[in-house]
């Protein structure tokens, strides 16, 4: 007896499993074929991608319908059009030789009309995406209210896509009666839930060991204080140098300001959130799937459902409010089986939110120290000579090789090497020297005195800002600005100060964070707002009294967060702040770029770029181009 007989399917099933050239049941189908087909029950089975779920409940639904009644007796609900396709493909493939059975796919994109038509003329099984079926259940079209069987398949992944109110508003649709069985790969929290709400005491399949999260993502965070956030940021992008990520913000506001910062400080970035326009979205997902984006900073709600693989990091920039949101997150990353990291950024205040989504995940964090600028730099230099290894030759450069050779005659092979490495790498050496290590809590260098202290919530900070009463504020006007685009209460911002081209105010030191992130990048009117941490904290501040808001620049030199313009990615090395002031572009504070190898001069370094080496990487393209990164600076308004 074959084994798919073993498992009590019927002649006509078998024919067609037969046809179709499968010769022995997966393990999924081995253990819930049976169940489904002695019992009527519900069912959870959690298995791998690509083990047969179809057909584990695809063969014992279909003998389980009676074809003889042209009534829709089951709705399969599964997340994407190309799903729902394939599975209707599928299930017309099983039960191709019993007559009278019809199955219909009912997705959006097509005739609504035409697929409430089909289902007219008799459909006993209906593959639906949950949008589309919930707007024919508005519309009257379809009815489902008898159905004996409902069929969740790939739920994580349904929920992961945002379909949770429409599959509970199309669930409480159907009859209590039926049977209910979910198909997932990993069981969350939000499947746990659907679980729990619809189905009673369903028997389980578990295939491979159980896990929430995908096994395949890591998970870590980084103890950092409020202000290094995004110096943090940067250093995990520069410590791995074929990051692929999407970086995750809480608000659009956020994702704006820090895609912005990142472009300006020469990283291929970009931002992705509701206040785009669809073409606008779509450029930025074409780029981002196009590999000329590395950093797609984005909202949970415009990064719903992105189906982009080789996703190396999800980084959470900032927790999400509601922390089953995390899951959502991190499954952006680790998909069919390849390995991804899921990185969280955190401050003291929000630790115990990581012991919460443990337990969500199931799985620990890896608590990780941001790296050196030493490691980064060891980090870099070996990317760089694995760069210059990859890199294909033109031979067009034959015609200039004979020039080139006269510069570079007499050089020896190994001051060769040293020189061309160091065109590209001077900068990170340059850049990371002088900055502190970013250990949070562990305590890291501080010992230069104009690093800026400790900042604790109850204490008040004070604030210099590059606008003033040459911006049409007055202290009132400037402190409701600051309360709304703060979304503060009241009394949350006050001694505020209004000089001609800057101003001063205070907030309790609890709401630094969002001030310094908020705020730096703002855009007022075409003009990006500047905010820094005061030494001082309270009642003026007559150091600052030279700054006399010549064009609004007023940023101190090597005062605190002084060397934030800079970053070693070069492209906006020199920040337009010290442009404005005209300060002599020699200095050494930025990273200049000036060989032909960087990134700031025409063309380009990274035009060169191959796709790295690592496997994960299947397209030869490269990554990034000229034309991604937006290095121009934006004109100041002054
Ligand atoms: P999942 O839903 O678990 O990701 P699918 O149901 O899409 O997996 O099946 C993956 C592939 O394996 C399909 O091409 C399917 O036709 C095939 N398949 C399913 N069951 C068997 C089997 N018992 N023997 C051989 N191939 C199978
Ligand atoms: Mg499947």
Known sequence: MNKFEQLGLNESLLLAIKDLGFENPSEVQ?????????????????????????????????????????STQALILSPTRELCLQITNEIKQYSKYIKGLHTVAVYGGASI????????????????????????????????????????DEADEMLNMGFYEDIVSILSDTPDEKNTWLFSATMPAEVARIAKKFMHDPAEVTVGSKNSGSKTVSHEFYLVNARDRYEALKRLADANPDIFSVVFCRTKRDTQAVAEKLIED??????????????????????????????LVATDVAA?????????????????????????????????????TSIVIITKSEIRKINAIEKIIQQKFEEKTIPSGIEICEIQLLHLANKIKDTEVDHEIDNYLPAINEVLDGLSKEELIKKMVSVEFNRFIAYYKKKRDLSGEKGGDRERSSEPREIRAG?????FVNIGARDDFDWMQLKDFLKETLDLGRDDVFKVDVKEGFSFFNTDGE???KVMSVLNGFDLNGRRINVEISK?????????????GRSGGGRREGGFRGERSSSPRGGGAFGPRSESRGESRSSDRGPRREGGFTRGSAPRGESSERAPRNERRSDSAPRRSDSSAPRERRPRRS
Do not use: W
């Open 536 to 548: 001082n904290d309270g009642g003026g501040n007559s150091s600052r009294r030279d700054h006399n």
């Open 304 to 340: 719903r459902g992105i189906d982009v693989d080789n996703i190396t990091h999800v980084v959470n920039y900032q927790l999400p409010d509601e922390i089953e949101t995390y899951n959502h997150r991190s499954g952006r990353t680790g998909r069919a089986g390849r390995l991804g």
């Open 511 to 513: 709401h630094t964070e």
């Open 113 to 152: 009309t035409e697929q409430a038509r089909e289902i007219k003329r008799g459909a006993q099984i209906i593959v639906a995406t949950p949008g589309r079926m919930q707007d024919m259940i508005n519309r009257g079209l379809v009815n489902i209210k008898n159905i004996n069987f409902c069929i969740l």
């Open 459 to 463: 204490d008040p900070v004070r604030y």
């Open 30 to 70: 081995e253990k819930a074929i049976p169940v489904l087909l002695e019992q009527n029950t519900d069912l959870v089975a959690l298995a791998q991608t690509g083990t047969g779920k179809t057909a584990a409940f695809g063969f014992p639904l279909i003998q389980k319908i009676d074809a003889e009644d042209r």
């Open 266 to 295: 020469g990283y291929s970035a970009a931002a992705l959130h509701g206040d785009l326009s669809q073409a606008q979205r779509d450029g930025v997902m074409k780029a981002f799937r196009g590999r000329q984006i590395q950093m």
